[in-house]
């Protein structure tokens, strides 16, 4: 989570948009660089096994929820209007959720919190495919496939990709000269 992070944090906080794509790319990174971290974070429990509360696995977890969900408020003032009537309530979601979602932001309502569980199922279920090797035989280049989804997911959150959107983001370092 830390390298998801840190690419966010690169960008200003009013790049909904460029901080959403910044964590998604560094996810995917992650993720390919080290499955084994991956399936440990995201993967099936081990039968019988409950990761400590507390524990590396849980506080990753948790940082990645509370990331995501970080971008989706961010991003809700555009999102909102594109959102399906199927309105959400508190009760829909577990209460220790509810809790930390509300702590950190109160002003997000409950369909932002549904919106947050839906761009992590499009951000995590691709990666997943790829870590899992559902995708081989089936495209010869995933990173293309995952560009695209991230692409259609800013869209779909009422954003536009940012310019450097298919190449590599630029550096914020001496002589940059912005995002």
């Not at 971008?71 to 909102?80: D, N, R, T």
């Amino acid at each position: 989570m830390q390298a998801a992070e840190a690419a966010r944090d690169e960008l200003p906080v009013e790049d909904a948009a460029g901080r959403l794509l910044a964590w998604a790319r560094a996810f995917r990174q992650w993720s390919l660089t080290d499955p084994e971290g991956f399936r440990l974070i995201y993967g099936d429990p081990v039968p019988g096994c409950q990761a400590p509360a507390g524990g590396d696995a849980f506080v990753a977890g948790h940082r990645a929820r509370a990331g995501l969900t970080g971008l989706v408020a961010a991003a809700w003032p555009f999102a909102e209007a594109l959102q399906s009537a199927d309105a959400y309530d508190w009760s829909d979601f577990d209460p220790t959720r509810v809790g930390l979602v509300r702590a950190q932001f109160p002003d997000l309502p409950p369909t932002a919190v549904a919106l947050a569980l839906r761009v992590w199922g499009r951000l995590h279920g691709l990666v997943s495919l790829e870590i899992y090797g559902h995708l081989r035989g089936r495209t010869t280049d995933p990173g293309r496939v995952h560009r695209t989804e991230i692409h259609d997911l800013i869209r779909s959150l009422g954003l536009n990709p940012p310019a450097w959107a298919h190449g590599p983001r630029p550096s914020r370092g001496p002589g940059a000269t912005g995002s």
